[in-house]
């Protein structure tokens, strides 16, 4: 099978299956984890409450560590671009800091002052926030995944 025809079967499958969630229970509230590029995460947003999104939790970091709110504006700006021809009633984008593939947010930013500031950006936009265990009380962890994954602190 062809990866186009891969990635329609799949997006079929959840469909059927968000379908029939919904069908149980009208107000279930649906996420995924797309971790590709934006443009093959746009269809989700169909049938998906929202998606995590990748690319806008990478700019939140970029941001910060570059001083530049630049990295931050395009992506939001472009995500909502792509995401709308795909779904233009109520869609909300999933973000995070990090997770449980990624080097922890505090391990990258190594500054107590630059977390704080992550963390602000991640509570006060327009999104859903969700935070990986561990970043609220600043745990550090890098590759590989024995690291990343300790248990809390």
């Given amino acids: 099978m062809y990866p186009a025809e891969r990635e329609k079967d799949t997006l079929a499958w959840w469909e059927e299956?968000?379908?029939?969630?919904?069908?149980?229970?009208?107000?279930?509230?649906?996420?995924a984890e797309v971790w590709v590029r934006?443009?093959?995460?746009?269809?989700?947003t169909k049938k998906f409450d929202s998606?995590?999104?990748?690319?806008?939790?990478?700019?939140?970091?970029?941001?910060?560590?570059?001083?530049?709110?630049?990295?931050l504006q395009d992506t939001k700006k472009s995500?909502?671009?792509i995401y709308k021809k795909y779904n233009s009633s109520f869609y909300?984008?999933?973000?995070?800091?990090?997770?449980?593939?990624?080097?922890r947010v505090y391990s990258v930013l190594n500054d107590k002052t630059k977390m704080k500031l992550a963390a602000t950006l991640l509570l006060?936009?327009?999104?859903?926030?969700?935070i990986y265990y561990g970043e609220e009380i600043v745990m550090k962890g890098q590759?590989?995944?024995?690291?990343?994954?300790?248990?809390?602190k």
């Fill in 92 to 103: 909300s984008d999933a973000i995070f800091l990090t997770n449980h593939d990624m080097n």
């Fill in 124 to 130: 006060t936009l327009p999104v859903n926030p969700y």
């Fill in 79 to 81: 995500m909502e671009s």
């Fill in 17 to 31: 299956y968000a379908n029939y969630l919904r069908s149980i229970k009208k107000d279930i509230y649906l996420i």
């Fill in 143 to 152: 590759k590989p995944d024995e690291y990343i994954i300790e248990p809390f």
């Fill in 51 to 71: 998606c995590f999104n990748f690319p806008l939790a990478q700019s939140v970091i970029n941001s910060i560590l570059y001083q530049d709110s630049t990295y």
């Fill in 38 to 44: 934006p443009q093959k995460v746009a269809p989700y």
